[in-house]
């Protein structure tokens, strides 16, 4: 999606998704998969930039929020707001977890823990590489 922009409209329909992303970010966005992990192309990224919906260009997640949790996905303390994700509870898998979602598209991102620094809030939101695009500065 890297030439959509946060103001570009989101698709309506199952064909146009298929269109507009790759199969591994169709099976995470819209079917709720998840990669492999230590497979994404963000899990040791340190660049400085602002993480976005791969799917609508939402901005979802600041460089600096970014931590290496050791899970094999990219991890991060905080969102870039409260609007900018929606959490849903999620009972898949035999487990109760809050699954991520983007706000804007209602695209699956991962997942959101209490696991992590407890000197940065103690969250750990774990999100799948494929539904981010990270915008460097």
């Not at 309506?12 to 995470?28: F, H, I, N």
């Not at 791969?54 to 990219?74: E, M, R, T, V, Y």
């Amino acid at each position: 999606m890297t030439d959509q922009s946060a103001t570009a409209p989101v698709p309506t329909t199952d064909e146009e998704w298929r269109r507009r992303l790759t199969p591994q970010q169709y099976a995470v966005l819209r079917q709720a998969g998840t990669e492999r992990p230590f497979s994404g192309e963000y899990v040791d990224t340190e660049t400085d930039g602002m993480y976005r919906c791969a799917a609508c260009g939402n901005p979802l997640f600041a460089s600096d929020a970014k931590f290496h949790s050791g899970s094999g996905w990219p991890s991060f303390t905080e969102a870039v707001s409260p609007d900018a994700v929606e959490l849903h509870e999620d009972r898949s898998h035999g487990m109760a977890r809050t699954e991520v979602r983007c706000a804007r598209c209602h695209g699956h991102l991962g997942h959101l823990f209490n696991d992590g620094p407890r000197d940065r809030g103690g969250c750990r939101w774990c999100i799948n590489s494929a539904a981010l695009e990270l915008e460097e500065r």
